[in-house]
């Protein structure tokens, strides 16, 4: 089980936690267990199907925290700077909606139907017709662009 | 019972599992390693609150003046019309 999983995932350790929650998983499913397939290989898919969604989620591409802000062992170096207390004086409401328009398509509609429009996942993947994975790590990528650029903001009027 | 034999998260992979986290996204295992690291980082703490404050701030609703004047001059003309029906 360990080898299959880490097939599908970056180290060892997270391998090793896909491999418990898979076991937790069962325990938790026994019940609704059909009997369709062996016990085994719904172990294995409960498995694969963890370990496909853990490994999508580490690697995703391109970080969305610019990796120079990181000290080796992974932890900030440059933390994020504390705007929230001046998002007003700065006028930051009114500088996200234009800045929501520069974001790249995908991105710009998932946040309007998202966190302008108030829309659930499940009616936005609807709305873009986009599976709710893809419709998270967009949403994930709008988000913490939009946030960057409220710290950069800030960082400027220092 | 301690589950949790890998590493710990790093502030690296944690700002990479906050949308995840927002969203209820996340296994019970991977929720309990994130909370347990934002215990003990007030950064990735920060950064969560400011990320929920991204949120908000773009949910707030467009004052009039920002609207580009022809928009605004539609709108005022077409409730006009909508009112007088």
Known sequence: MLRLAASFVPSRAVAEEVVQDTWLAMLRGIGSFEGRSSLKTWLFQILVNRARTTGTREQRSTPVVDPARFDGAGGWADPPAEWISAADDLRLAARIRKWIDLLPERQRQVVLLRDVEGLTAADACAVLAVSEENQRVLLHRGRSRLRQLCEDEYREAQ | MKLLRGRDLVCRQAVELMTDYLE??????????????????????????????????????????????????????????????
Not at chain 2, 29 to 35: K, S, T
């Open chain 2, 24 to 85: 209820g996204r996340l296994s019970r295992v991977e929720r309990r390693r994130f909370e347990a690291h934002l215990a003990r980082c007030p950064h990735c703490t920060e950064y969560l609150a400011q990320l929920r404050e991204t949120i908000r701030l773009a949910g707030q609703p467009a004052a009039p003046e920002e609207l580009p004047p022809q928009l605004r001059d539609d709108l005022i003309q077409l409730y006009r019309q909508w009112q007088s029906e």
